[in-house]
Nanobody
């Protein structure tokens, strides 16, 4: 599975931005897509994920501010981010996962830097 992210860059605090991620390759088995992020000195943390059934999950720090959605084909996910804070600054990683009886196969995109300025 290959993941191509679009978006990122620099935005002012309080502003909004969108990130998108498109999957390609062996995508038939993907049943979850989403975003994680990692700030300097911190562990990678959940931002938001969505399943093929439309079930969403959000990290506590972004609930109520970020919204994740997918297209009907479940090949592209869109992350709408509002009320951005300085602490949202991080490298954002797109992810796609195949949850199966033997475990989880997860793929990662290269990461896109996103900086919130004051």
């Amino acid at each position: 599975v290959q993941l191509q992210a679009c978006g990122g860059g620099l935005v002012q605090a309080g502003g909004s931005l969108r990130l998108s991620c498109t999957s390609s390759g062996s995508i038939d088995s993907i049943n979850e897509m989403g975003w994680y992020r990692q700030a300097p000195g911190n562990q990678r943390e959940l931002v938001a994920t969505i399943t093929t059934g439309g079930v969403t999950k959000y990290g506590d720090s972004v609930k109520g501010r970020f919204t994740i959605s997918s297209d009907n084909a479940f090949t592209t996910v869109l992350l709408r981010m509002t009320s951005l804070r300085l602490e949202d600054t991080a490298v954002y990683y797109c992810t796609a996962a195949d949850f199966h009886p033997r475990g989880i196969d997860r793929s990662w995109g290269q990461g896109t830097q996103f900086t919130v300025s004051s």
